[in-house]
C-alpha cells in the first residue's frame, strides 16, 4: 500500500504532560524503526522491533521515554512527563525484513514541548 | 570526535554543476554506506546503497567509498534546483542493522 505514516504530523505539549506517537508502517515490513532528529544534529537511533518484540531498547535516551508495536504492525512511542529537550522530529522507518537493508521513513511527528 | 562527520553547509551551487558531498567516519568496521535526501518537512529518502569500498552510479549520482581513508562521497552531475535538500550519509557495520548518521549537509542548486 501506501509509505510509512505517521501521526500526528505537529504535536505542542506543555512540560510535564505525556505524549504518544504514532507509526504505521508499510503493509508486511517486519522491521520498524525509531529515530529522533533534532536541529543541526543526524539522525539518533531509538529502537527497533522485530516483529512486535523490541530485542535492543539501549537507544532510548531515559525512562520515559517507551514504545510498543501490537500484531506486527501499528507502533507508538510514548515519552511521559515531557521535558523541553525532547523537542525534535521523531521518524519512523520500516523495512521488509530485519538487517534487510533498505529503509523506508515516514514523514515523521515535529514535537516542541513549551 | 563524532563516530561520523558531515560539513553542515549550506552548499549553494549554479544550476548545471557537480555537486561533491563528504562524509568522514571513525569507526572502521563500517562497511555499509548509504546517502539520503531530506526534502525540508519529510522523512529522508534513500538515494544509494554500498557496500564496501569501491564506486556506484545510478542515473546522476555516483556513491563513492574509500574505506581506507575512512571517506565518502556522493556526486551528484548535471545539478537541477529540485535537487536543493539536506543529504544525509549513513554508516553501518552490518547489512541493515545499527545505522549511525551524519548531521547532513544542505544543499542549494540556484536557477
Known amino acids: 500500500g501506501a509509505g510509512v505514516s505517521q501521526s500526528p504530523s505537529n504535536k505542542v505539549t506543555e512540560k510535564g504532560k505525556d505524549v504518544e506517537l504514532r507509526c504505521d508502517p508499510i503493509?508486511?515490513?517486519?522491521?520498524l524503526y525509531w529515530y529522533r532528529q533534532s536541529l543541526g544534529q543526524g539522525l539518533e537511533f531509538l529502537i527497533y522491533?522485530?516483529?512486535?518484540?523490541?530485542p535492543d531498547k539501549s537507544g532510548l535516551p531515559s525512562d520515559r521515554f517507551s514504545a510498543e508495536r501490537t500484531g506486527g504492525s501499528v507502533s507508538t512511542l510514548t515519552i511521559q512527563r515531557t521535558q523541553q529537550e525532547d523537542s525534535a522530529v521523531y521518524l519512523c522507518?520500516?523495512?521488509?525484513?530485519w538487517g534487510g537493508g533498505e529503509q523506508y521513513f515516514g514523514p515523521g511527528t515535529r514535537l516542541t514541548v513549551t | 570526535q563524532k563516530e561520523v562527520e558531515q560539513d553542515p553547509g549550506p552548499l549553494s551551487v549554479p544550476e548545471g554543476a557537480i555537486v561533491s558531498l563528504n562524509c568522514t567516519y571513525s569507526?572502521?568496521?563500517?562497511?555499509?554506506f548509504m546517502w539520503y535526501r531530506q526534502y525540508s518537512r519529510k522523512g529522508p529518502e534513500l538515494l544509494m546503497y554500498?557496500?564496501?569500498?569501491g564506486n556506484k552510479e545510478d542515473g546522476r549520482f555516483t556513491a563513492q567509498v574509500d574505506k581506507s581513508s575512512k571517506y565518502i562521497s556522493l556526486f551528484i552531475r548535471d545539478s537541477q534546483p529540485s535537487d536543493s535538500a539536506t543529504y544525509l550519509c549513513?554508516?553501518?557495520?552490518?547489512?541493515?542493522?545499527?545505522?549511525?548518521f551524519g548531521p547532513g549537509t544542505r544543499l542549494s542548486v540556484l536557477p
Open positions: 522507518a520500516s523495512s521488509l525484513v
Open positions: 569507526n572502521s568496521a563500517f562497511q555499509y
Open positions: 554500498t557496500y564496501s569500498s
Open positions: 549513513a554508516m553501518s557495520a552490518r547489512d541493515g542493522q545499527n545505522f549511525v
Open positions: 503493509s508486511g515490513h517486519t522491521a
Open positions: 522491533f522485530q516483529g512486535n518484540s523490541a
